[in-house]
């Protein structure tokens, strides 16, 4: 079992199909859709995906309910799910996460927006990459999310979990270089090294020399 900011991430990929081409490609941006079934479970949601008599050709690449989050297409594949056409940047190079719509709501948009942030730190993407179903072909999707201020109210959970994954990550390198013995002051990198901050010059040389001594085996 994988976690996703403390979500359980379950890996379950759908065949080669029409639904899962296997081309690759490199994710460019996260579209957030909601089911619009509002009865319908993550595993249900895969389950179709593969059901005799789903004749639809969509799919995506990862649904959330309030339980679990369920990955049924490779990230780095295409699925066919932002209605903008085979060779549309949403189809091609986005990144399909479907929010379930059944069960406890605000459970379900936090878990959504754990595995978000987790999503986006994976690939490289930043927050500003994140866009609805809306941007590629006006489909009122999300729905549970287009209504009122609730979009910027998910974008700004996405946004807190994403920001605590960057503290959590620099956390770890920061005892790590004092371990070894790298990095003499860690509250000054831990307070100073992010986006916005500025690190004085002679912490950053102390840094790099010392860095570059233990790469040389301690000269």
């Not at 995906?49 to 990955?71: G, M, Q, T, Y």
């Not at 072909?137 to 009122?148: H, S």
Request: glycine share 8%; charged share 25%; aromatic share 8%.
């Amino acid at each position: 079992m994988f976690y996703k900011n403390e979500v359980p991430y379950i890996i379950n990929h759908i065949p080669l199909s029409s639904r899962r081409p296997g081309l690759s490609r490199q994710p460019k941006t996260l579209t957030v859709h909601s089911t619009g079934n509002p009865r319908s479970t993550a595993q249900n949601e895969r389950a179709w995906l593969v059901n005799p008599r789903n004749i639809r050709v969509a799919s995506w690449h990862v649904a959330v309910d309030e339980k679990e989050a369920v990955e049924a297409i490779p990230l780095n594949e295409v699925a066919w799910h932002a209605g903008d056409g085979r060779q549309g940047e949403g189809n091609a190079y986005s990144i399909a996460v479907e929010i379930c719509e059944s069960g406890d709501r605000a459970k379900t948009l936090d878990n959504a927006a754990r595995v978000i942030a987790a999503l986006l730190r994976e690939q490289g993407l930043t927050m500003a990459d994140v866009v609805q179903h809306f941007n590629w072909n006006k489909k009122n999707c999300p729905r549970i999310l287009r209504a009122g201020k609730l979009w910027n109210e998910f974008l700004a959970a996405a946004g807190s979990y994403y920001e605590g994954e960057a503290q959590g990550a620099l956390e770890a390198a920061v005892a790590l270089l004092v371990k070894e013995e790298v990095v003499r002051s860690p509250d000054y990198w831990l307070e100073n090294a992010k986006p916005g901050k500025l690190v004085r010059g002679e912490f950053a040389a102390v840094l790099i020399i010392s860095t570059a001594n233990r790469l040389r085996g301690g000269e």
